[in-house]
């Protein structure tokens, strides 16, 4: 299994993504995620295929994590093909293994506004919620979906203030957090469809 090392009791961000392609917002949320989270890492997910998507218009694998690597310079983010590797794109499946396989790190699952507003139809997201703390970047126009969503309403009582996000990696699940960060309106959809510039 293709997994970077976790030393014991590391702080562990795992950004799950199509990154199709990866965009320079992918690297910004994961370097406010270390600095604003106090991770040591951010390992990037490149999905086979997200389970809620067409897969019309999806790179192959192989392209989007050369295009991930090329990117993701920063030497704390590790790009990782651990989904494929582990025959599911299922991020239940995918948090269960990391948790049994590096049980000492602290991991935070890490996902935009948009993901909040339909992570009550992931499969297991109440369980997601139970295994890890969440951090949010929020996405404009996203954020009142977001919190009026059925997964934000049933997290809501578990939110921590802004100012707390330095100690959610320490915060026993569910737990989650806005991620303090520069709202960016760069998106895979629109580089594709040449509306906005690509990063690689
Ligand atoms: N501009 C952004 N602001 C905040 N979070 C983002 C932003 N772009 C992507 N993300 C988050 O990064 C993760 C991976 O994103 P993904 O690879 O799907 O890119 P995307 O730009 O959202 O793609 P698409 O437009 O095809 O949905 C997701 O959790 C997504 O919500
Ligand atoms: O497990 C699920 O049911 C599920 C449903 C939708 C999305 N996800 C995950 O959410 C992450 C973000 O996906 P995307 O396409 O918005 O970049 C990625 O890791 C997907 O595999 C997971």
Request: charged share 20%; with cysteine; glycine share 8%.
């Amino acid at each position: 299994m293709r997994a970077p090392l976790a030393g014991q009791g590391q702080r562990i961000g795992l950004l799950g993504g199509s990154f199709n392609p990866p965009h320079g917002t992918h690297v910004a949320v994961s370097e406010a995620a270390m600095k604003r989270l106090g991770l040591d890492q951010v390992w990037w997910l490149v999905t086979p295929g997200n389970p809620l998507k067409e897969h019309g218009d999806l790179a192959p694998l192989s392209e989007r994590l050369a295009a991930c690597r090329t990117l993701a310079v920063n030497p704390r983010i590790h790009v990782t093909a651990l989904e494929a590797d582990l025959g599911s794109a299922l991020t239940a499946v995918t948090i269960a293994f990391l948790k049994r396989r590096f049980p000492r790190a602290r991991f935070v699952w890490i996902m935009g506004g948009d993901n909040l507003a339909g992570f009550h139809r992931w499969t297991a997201w109440r369980q997601i919620a139970g295994q890890m703390p969440i951090a949010i970047a929020d996405r404009p126009l996203w954020r009142l979906k977001a919190l009026s969503s059925p997964a934000g309403r049933a997290l809501a009582p578990y939110r921590l203030p802004d100012d707390r996000a330095g100690v959610l990696a320490d915060q026993r699940a569910p737990a989650w957090v806005y991620l303090p960060i520069r709202l960016s309106s760069e998106s895979s959809t629109e580089i594709r469809a040449g509306r906005q510039p690509p990063s690689v």
